[in-house]
């Protein structure tokens, strides 16, 4: 495999959670929160890729649960980060190993607005695949939003 | 001990240039070309832009430690990189040492330790422009001091063949365009879309067994090992788009 798709080393601590008392459940929500975060699965055998609605967005695709025009979605990537994401996706389905990308996509304004996408070989009785996250990767600065749910003081 | 003149070496690298037609191959001979300088690694890689705050996704060959590539994105030494952005700018190529007084000191310290570490003190980068308009940079560096002039002339000349040979493995891989048919490039251009072997079987009046037949067909000749692979390398060689 080329070095730039080698799988870096993460020297990622183990986080304690115990005593914080801090679920999955409101990790993964939080993390998803007050941006576009949508879910993904490329299905290695037919080449067939199932996004949920904020992937769509995004890419400014209309929404489907059926396969997703990849044509179409690279179309809206970045041209000179096109080709590099499309050989991502060649090794990462030939070595069958996860990776992470950080790219530029068309913001529909004339410019482009940075994404990440993280994806995951996985292959056990779920089906086999890349499944994946992406999302926004640039917060707006001194933003504050509070859930339509926090009581106001 | 055998001494090779200028010219010589030249030829040598400018031959097994002219011969280098895969990616293996390519990257072979620059590694050569390093050697012959006496420098320990070669990369070519894409001009970094002002957006880019990594290394490892521009890389195209490289012979670069991986810990070394590793260790640079981990602290973010794009940005002190004192000729990253300047390799956009200019065609000149910029030649560094870091005992040099002058560019040897715009490397901040960090980077320069982690280029001692892994012996890599001189350099030199050539920024060029692919036959597809890509700016690109071949970067050699090592231990020796730092490139003379007349060195980096050679080595100018020597990179033209380079450019030349890195064209034609490009040319190489996208002539699979020619290798697929017609229906094979139809097929794989419907899967890209999202369609099933079925539904493309019922657009192009073809059964589902035909369209899984052409399908096979376009993995093997694009030397692929599913259709996963086989849209995405179709969408990177821009067969369909």
């Known amino acids: 495999m080329p070095l730039r798709f080698e799988q870096p080393i993460v020297d990622k601590i183990e986080q304690s959670r115990a005593h914080i008392g801090i679920t999955d459940a409101e990790i993964v929500r939080m993390l998803a929160a007050y941006r576009l975060f949508g879910f993904w699965r490329i299905d290695i055998e037919t080449g067939h890729f199932f996004a949920s609605e904020d992937v769509h967005t995004i890419f400014d695709l209309p929404y489907s649960d059926g396969p997703v025009n990849l044509a179409e979605l690279m179309s809206r990537i970045h041209e000179e980060d096109r080709s590099l994401i499309a050989e991502t996706f060649e090794q990462a389905s030939l070595y069958r190993v996860g990776f992470h990308f950080v790219y530029r996509v068309d913001n529909r304004l004339g410019g482009s607005k940075l994404v990440r996408s993280v994806g995951r070989f996985r292959d056990d009785e779920s089906g086999g695949g890349i499944v994946g996250i992406t999302y926004e990767f640039v917060e707006k600065l001194r933003i504050v939003a509070l859930e339509d749910n926090t009581p106001l003081r | 001990m055998s001494y090779m003149t200028t010219s010589e070496r030249q030829s040598m690298l400018s031959a097994e240039l002219a011969t280098a037609r895969t990616r293996g191959l390519f990257a072979q001979a620059l590694n050569r070309i390093s050697a012959a300088f006496g420098l320990s690694h070669a990369t070519l890689m894409h001009a970094p832009s002002p957006e880019d705050l990594l290394l490892k996704p ?154 899984n037949a052409y399908m096979t067909n376009a993995i093997k000749k694009l030397d692929c090992v599913n259709r996963t692979q086989l849209v995405a390398k179709a969408i990177r060689l821009k067969l369909i788009n």
Request: charged residues 20%; aromatic residues 6%; hydrophobic residues 45%.
């Open chain 2, 58 to 211: 521009l890389l195209i060959e490289s012979s670069l430690p991986a810990a070394y590539v590793r260790e640079f994105d981990r602290t973010h030494m794009m940005r002190g990189c004192p000729f990253g952005l300047r390799l956009r700018e200019s065609a000149v190529p910029p030649v560094w040492h870091l005992n040099d007084a002058v560019n040897g000191q715009a490397f901040p310290a960090e980077l320069r330790a982690l280029m001692l570490r892994h012996a890599i003190p001189a350099g030199v980068a050539m920024p060029t422009i692919a036959a597809d308009g890509q700016r690109l940079v071949f970067w050699f560096c090592g231990e020796r001091a730092a490139l003379g002039q007349s060195e980096v002339n050679e080595l100018a000349m020597i990179i033209l063949h380079a450019l030349d040979a890195y064209n034609a493995v490009k040319r190489n891989e996208e002539s699979a365009h020619s290798a697929l048919s017609a229906r094979e490039l139809e097929v794989v251009r419907w899967t890209a879309q999202g369609k099933t072997s079925i539904e493309i079987g019922q657009i192009l009046a073809l059964s589902d067994h035909t369209v």
